[in-house]
């Protein structure tokens, strides 16, 4: 939100369930240095009351990831902390947001990327280095906090990573990949191929498995474009 002398800082809002009307925007941080990072987009994730928030800010000339939580429903947030130890500095925006989510046990989760490399990180823990790439964004099962998957891409090519295995696994070509798990052990993966929007439906143990040589054998055309599935994306 730019109402802060027209330079980017974080506000938060929320819908309520019972009346369907959003709550009055409020201004939850204000960088030092006047503003965040430009073009990166803030993530936020909901479980129950508790709400984090992620961010890309611009402190001394940084551009590191900070978060930001709720214990009660976003009536009140904590202090921003940094995530991981390192520190990326750099003239310009990566445009690179990173994904964050919160697990059935209330733990938080988040990706992101420094420097062309992907990092997994837990609040107040070190980051943890994945693999060279961009764009990433995280699933997790919200019914099995044990499941983690990392959407990335690498060049030409969209990629999960299963945190728990370090498996890679290439799921096509394209762009802006993400992936949902549910409840029943099925993973839906979205991305942008030339303009459409593709998409599969695997099962958890297929991914690990047999993934890769089942979209190894897919023809195009058994990747549908849809629209119907843009909410997801």
């Known amino acids: 939100d730019i109402r802060q002398g027209k330079k980017n800082n974080i506000c938060f809002s929320s819908l309520s369930g019972k009346d369907g009307k959003w709550m009055k ?4 941080y204000i960088s030092p240095d006047e503003h965040v990072c430009e073009c990166c ?23 590191d990831l900070y978060l930001m939580t709720s214990d009660n429903a976003g009536k009140t947030f904590n202090k921003a902390q940094k995530l991981g130890f390192g520190t990326w500095k750099l003239n310009g925006c990566p445009m690179d ?21 992907i990092f997994y990180c837990n609040p107040n823990e070190s980051e943890i280095n994945l693999i060279k790439g961009k764009a990433c964004s995280i699933a997790v099962d919200k019914t099995n906090s044990k499941e983690l998957l990392i959407n990335m891409q690498d060049g030409s090519y969209v990629k999960i990573i299963d945190l728990n295995s370090k498996k ?4 096509g070509k394209g762009i802006f990949l993400k992936s949902i798990l549910s409840p029943d052990g099925k993973v839906l993966c979205v991305w942008e191929q030339d303009k459409n929007i593709k998409f599969i ?33």
Do not use: C
């Not at 947001?97 to 490399?117: S, V, Y």
């Not at 695997?202 to 690990?208: P, R, Y």
């Open 41 to 63: 987009k803030p993530n936020i994730d909901v479980q129950d009351k508790k709400v984090a928030i992620m961010y890309r800010n611009w402190l001394n000339g940084s551009r």
């Open 97 to 117: 947001g990173g994904g964050i989510r919160i697990d059935n046990k209330h733990m938080i989760h988040t990706t992101w990327q420094r420097e062309g490399t």
């Open 168 to 171: 890679e696994i290439i799921v």
């Open 25 to 28: 925007n409020t201004l939850i």
């Open 201 to 233: 439906m695997i099962s958890f143990g297929m991914l690990l498995n047999k993934i890769q040589k089942l979209i190894s054998e897919l023809k195009p055309s058994n990747l549908t474009l849809i629209t119907d599935f843009l909410p997801y994306a």
